[in-house]
């Protein structure tokens, strides 16, 4: 499960975030190609090892956000959570703890405060996150990126995407049990 060069690969996803609205929104990465959660005989299931996550926030010019926009939210990447593509404010919502660090399914979260929101440029703050010492192993069939728009965005819409290093590993029958239970909605 260590990390090398030769065995990660990356995945990727992204999310328009419409200016003006609040709400949740959502972009859903389908991984069933890279994971086999079943053991059969000797054959070890596999899951997808995420070793880092990197959130990107651009205007949907591609240009960094707009100095003057004031806008927060806050952006996750969920193992398991199966709620497809939503636009911002028509999907569906958070639970209170679901972007939280108690959260099982939680792979990695972020805020944004646009640049006026911090009187200079803009900031993502990560507070929960994978490391290459410890990834995190999804052994569902799905990812999904959801964010949450606390302020909304005042000037542009903006690009939200985010990029996943990872990498197939086997899995012993009682850790691939472990994460199943684990990873359970």
């Known amino acids: 499960m260590a990390y090398n060069i030769k065995d990660v690969f990356y995945l990727s996803t992204a999310a328009t975030i419409?200016?003006?609205?609040?709400?949740?929104?959502?972009?859903?990465?389908?991984?069933?190609?890279?994971?086999?959660?079943?053991?059969?005989?000797?054959?070890?299931?596999?899951?997808?090892?995420?070793y880092k996550v990197h959130f990107s926030v651009l205007?949907?010019?591609?240009?960094?956000?707009?100095?003057?926009?004031v806008g927060v939210f806050t952006?996750?990447?969920?193992?398991?959570?199966?709620?497809?593509?939503?636009?911002?404010?028509?999907?569906?919502s958070t639970a209170a703890t679901e972007l939280g660090n108690t959260n099982a399914l939680n792979i990695a979260t972020s805020v944004y405060y646009c640049p006026g929101a911090q009187?200079?440029?803009?900031?993502?703050?990560?507070?929960?996150?994978?490391s290459t010492e410890?990834?995190?192993v999804v052994v569902r069939?799905?990812?999904c990126l959801i964010y949450e728009v606390r302020d909304q965005i005042s000037v542009d819409d903006l690009f939200l995407s985010v990029r996943l290093e990872c990498a197939q590993i086997s899995l012993d029958q009682a850790t691939l049990n472990q994460l199943l239970r684990t990873q359970t909605v």
């Open 75 to 92: 952006a996750s990447m969920q193992a398991g959570l199966g709620v497809g593509d939503n636009a911002t404010g028509t999907g569906f």
């Open 59 to 69: 205007n949907t010019s591609g240009q960094p956000v707009d100095p003057a926009d």
């Open 119 to 130: 009187g200079n440029g803009g900031e993502l703050e990560s507070y929960v996150m994978p």
């Open 141 to 143: 069939d799905n990812a």
């Open 18 to 50: 419409t200016k003006a609205t609040s709400g949740v929104g959502s972009s859903q990465l389908d991984l069933s190609a890279y994971i086999d959660p079943i053991a059969r005989g000797r054959q070890k299931g596999t899951g997808l090892a995420i």
């Open 134 to 136: 410890v990834p995190y």
